[in-house]
């Protein structure tokens, strides 16, 4: 058997389950079986082509699986093995990884980002892990797939808004729509020691999980203002960080002025159409603030970290995981998952 | 005698010269008799009406004088003694002072800048300096007024800028506009270990006072396309920080554009009317980029380190002060000055 | 009434309740009349004379209290109100201060240590706290003194371990010594984002207190040998972070023993003696290690910090007040407390 | 031909040149033709049985060569390409390398460092280099061999002393030992800011050549006490960071007590025997001090950086290279480096 079944990118608007060659290896290359993967949010945006990637292309980035074959410069692993490995699929051998933009691999923005985006995914029954030395990380015993399943974005990403925020014991929190990569943000600024967590969201369901992921305070911005509440909570002084999920104009500009001067806004959206400063949020540029963006960290070290955080217990994220496809039904997922329908917040996605 | 001149704001368009009493001083603040001080932009925009201040202010936030009373809380000082107090004057005691943001001291946005902006400021015979405990630092024997009136405002914030970027040894730095912010950031870039400094004006003398101050690549951008000469410079890669030293959006957005991915945007600049991101530039938030904004350091230690630097020779930015006027004559400065007559860069000017 | 009772170190060996006149206050000071105080393990070293203090010092150096009289100097507070202090009260406004190096206020060594150390402190009716516009901090309504008890030091102090040991999501740490500090230490490990906590100690019942605050992995190290459980525990990489929170030779040489190459000891002990560095747990310096120690944090926005952390409920420290003692009784304090009888953690003392 | 000559390590005493195989290389290694080399303070210990390494291993890490081969894993260099490794070669693909810790690649300390100590090293006319796409580094056209020959080691370690010092602006500095590494430390800490940089040594030429790198101040210690000397220079304060860069107890011991609290001292040195810590220099532990060993960082990044630093003539060292010899005579360089005769800083060696 040298096929099989993927997820092909068609044209804007059209996933379909096409049969694929199984792909071959090079010296650094690994292939996974994969055995359950998901769909995220850049996936719907390839699907409706508001990002565009190429005819043709496999979709998914976010595989568990069990290696079927290495290359002969990787060592250290062995066929049979469970493994993850990250959206973002960095050498460790560039400039800028060797620099610490791993994320940027290669020198060209989004550079890291190879799976389901230049080159094939991860919604099919294998996948080519490409810089498999770097990537391929072993799975914990007694970690299930759903259990790590969030590590190669959606965790790592969330965790990643929470990291680049610098939080510090202490800190008031303020975080923007809480999506999946929302939830994750907020149970990691509970991680890093945010001791008051504001969430904004228009879905009082998310809102409930935001709340058992660490949440102290939640506001539903169809009922409340944000920014009033927020100002009341901090008695006037505004938070010390602010993580944008979502990538609209109106969370951008919300989490601005949430901030207290010399504040960090940590944005993980992203961004279309325009892109404006208020300037009297960032007191015409002499606020002493800080706005930074962050792409998904990958890298096995990155995974291993992530798991740990999965195996201590400290945060549970297998409520996320609303809803479980077969591969072949993945049209569907796509169709469930596009529409945020019956609640969705993840789907596992199983060959 | 009890009444001293002093540069007055009195309404858009006109500062004059006053007769005002001498400042009363309370139990945290001296009362320095000022020996030189200087204009800053923003003193212009004060002028022009584009920063508002209350009219009766008196201007100025850059003094160097002699200690003449002390509050009865404040130690370690005596009459007589020669001193320079930053532009921004924290009290080092409230809480966002004792959580790094002294800039932002009292936890509203550039609550640190009292002199010339909350209280009245240092154009003029004498001039009250609050929280003095914090504030005064006596300069250097062997140090005149002139060498070190960079160091309250222009000297700090520009080589503010190049500390918010993280300037690591080897960095390659762009920085736009060689005002005499700009050229501070240059030094500082310099500093810092920089070792490829491209810096962008429109003027071919502060081109080649830049060069002087560390800038290895001079860019007219009037002869020019900045980007593409970068994009040369760095083999495509793009620079590691980019300092904005000007505050429009043409050299904000170039900033961004000559970034590589990974990059930081150190931001010193003052923007008015409207900024919009150029979302290609930041890979749609995507690019692990920074932007930060720093307002002016100050406090006593600021002002001792950088005059250090002054004293140790690594920076000699007496070249910077071009022209010479007495108090009495400061209209006339201000007209040079905010024309940028005669290759004016900074004036020094003496009651 | 102008006098008040007061521990007062004689001798060593000797502290007793003295009557002493209620302090007098200068311009920048505030007097606390004491609610809650408790009793520090430097405390102990003091009344055995192993810390030297002059004779006729009042002891003590973590207040609860309320305001009874303000230096002029010192605004936004109020007559009555309910507050603490660090135990270290920096001012906030020399050089080391100005430099982020609080804790060595004015330059000397421990310098921002004044209260019970180089001033009269607080086993007393009443304390005049020095610098108070930097150091008095509300306690927020709801929370009651034995909650904020721990702020002045044990907690600072054990955060301020997990701190300077830059502990990142999903480190492992080892902590050895699990008294009062080392548990503070093992909950800001916790707070962190530390998902393997490992602790040693020689006594069960503290081994438990630490499972409640954060451990993952308890050692009594008189039964099992730390550096080959921790070995176990890492497959054989070493911890990331260790911290030491005894001051002993074993103790900082086991956290040595156990980091990975690269990794970071983060000490808390006061060592006497002689210390001794195992060369070939550092790779003779070639191990990329930081050894970093850390004094207690002080000033008012770090106990605010503080009280947020026991407000929202992320720690609970209250089982950590194991007895209660009036100030009359405070010798009997003082010898249960020093000889760790009845399974005593921390004492609250009440005039 | 298929042999080459080699500088062996036979026993204690005794390095000598030996025929021997031209190395094969793997898939992710390359082989270079050495067309220059150096000795360094290492092979010295090596040499001499202080640092012990198998026999019959061939000594050097510090190459400047062309590209011979490449294997089939590595892209991006073409044979004949003229470039330089560092002494340490990290994979930049395991959990230490993605952890920030590549000088301890593989998790075993030093484990970074395999070129002339866990395999064969350079001062031979070939030579095998690991993990050949993260560490090969193209020569800028226009730099000479002996111009980037200091960049594999002596100017990384240097620096990187600097670096872990975080010198900032304005800083004081004191280094202690001005050998080759100490030397570049020097330069280093100018690099980055430093404005008051006092070194120390006992040989007079070698506080000439600091001084030429940047020194200020210069103490030879047979005929002043440095700490007498530092404390008069910094109005008994201490200074922010010392840099260790001999590995004896008094040097170590002489930078904890030049230090003010809260400084940092940074430790270059190779210690062997016993190393203790003088209690009293950091206040028993509650001093806030930090200790930070570092090796020498290594990849081709870190290789671009420096060699961009002697591009730019920030630094210029080509006067450290006081020998020449050719690989035949190594014996004699050995001779003449180890005795520290004739002014001897650095040899260069050409097969």
């Excluded at 565009?52 to 699986?65: D, N, Y």
């Excluded at 029954?125 to 914990?140: C, D, G, K, M």
């Excluded at 806004?265 to 962050?294: E, F, Q």
């Excluded at 999965?310 to 049209?331: E, N």
Aim: aromatic share 4%.
């Amino acid at each position: 058997m040298s096929s099989m079944k993927a997820a092909v990118f068609v044209e804007p608007g059209r996933i379909e389950i096409q049969q694929r060659p199984i792909p071959d290896i090079g010296p650094t290359d690994a292939l996974l079986r994969v055995t359950t993967t998901t769909i995220c949010g850049t996936d719907v945006h390839i699907l409706k082509g508001e990002y565009p990637v190429k005819p043709g292309l496999i979709i998914g980035h976010e595989p568990v699986g069990v290696i079927e074959k290495l290359g002969n410069a990787v060592s250290g692993y062995h066929i049979g093995q469970r493994v993850i490995a990250g959206a973002i699929t960095p050498c460790g051998q560039c400039h800028p990884c060797l620099d610490g933009h791993s994320s940027q691999c290669g020198g060209h923005a989004m550079g890291g980002w190879q799976l389901g985006n230049s080159i094939d995914g991860c919604q099919a029954e294998y996948v080519r892990i490409p810089n498999a030395q770097a990537n391929l990380t072993p799975v914990p015993d007694g970690l299930s797939d759903e259990q790590v399943l969030m590590c190669p974005d959606i965790m790592s990403t969330g965790f990643g808004g929470a990291e680049s925020g610098h939080i510090r014991i202490g800190d008031t929190v303020a975080i923007f729509a809480q999506g999946p990569i929302g939830l994750c943000a907020t149970a990691g600024a509970k991680l890093m020691g945010a001791t008051r967590i504001i969430v904004v969201d228009g879905v009082n369901e998310r809102l409930e999980v935001a709340k058992r992921l660490g949440a102290d305070i939640t506001i539903n911005f169809k009922e409340q203002d944000p920014l009033v509440v927020i100002r009341e909570q901090t008695q006037g002084a505004g938070v010390d960080v602010a993580i944008e999920a979502l990538g609209t104009q109106q969370t951008f500009e919300s989490c601005l002025r949430a901030l207290k001067p010399g504040g960090t806004l940590s944005s993980l959206g992203v961004y279309s159409g325009k892109l404006s400063m208020p300037l009297d949020a960032i007191a015409a540029g002499l606020g002493d603030h800080t706005i930074v963006t962050t792409l998904c960290p990958g890298g096995k070290e990155r995974m291993r970290r992530l798991m740990e955080v999965v195996a201590s217990g400290r945060v549970d994220l297998t409520a996320m995981v609303t809803h479980r496809f077969k591969l072949d039904d993945i049209v569907a997922a796509y169709e469930l998952f596009s529409h945020q329908r019956d609640g969705v917040l993840k789907v596992a996605i199983t060959p």
